[in-house]
Nanobody, 124 residues
């Protein structure tokens, strides 16, 4: 079982950038797939981007297309969500999710391992 801790959220101005962290313990993160999700008030949890294990290529949602990357630091067993050109519509609680294999899914029901979430608020 892997434990995930999300951090790095806060208040950001529109047009700015954020970098969220997801620190893993209990299992090496590097070769496993996963994703970043977000949930705004009154909305369903949606996938921001998914990534396969041992890959730097992401599958990002249309709503964030071209604005995010998921860097990894294997030495720290941490993955990040780097997102640029933020919009007020990006305001949500952001969660990381870890797969049990090298694959990923953009469906939240596919994951059992979740971080606790970190709030991101983008002001206009």
């Amino acid at each position: 079982q892997v434990q995930l801790v999300d951090s790095g959220g806060g208040l950001v101005q529109a047009g700015g950038s954020l970098r969220l962290s997801c620190a893993a313990s209990g299992r090496t993160f590097g070769t496993y797939g996963g994703g970043w999700f977000r949930q705004a008030p009154g909305k369903e949890r949606e996938c921001v981007a998914g990534i396969r294990g041992s890959s730097n290529s992401i599958d990002d949602a249309d709503s964030v297309k071209g604005r995010c990357t998921i860097p990894r630091d294997n030495a720290k067993n941490t993955v990040y969500l780097q997102m640029n050109s933020l919009h007020p519509e990006d305001t949500a609680v952001y969660y990381c999710a870890a797969a049990v294999s090298g694959y990923y899914s953009k469906a939240s029901r596919w994951y059992r391992n979740w971080g606790q979430g970190t709030q991101v608020t983008v002001s206009s």
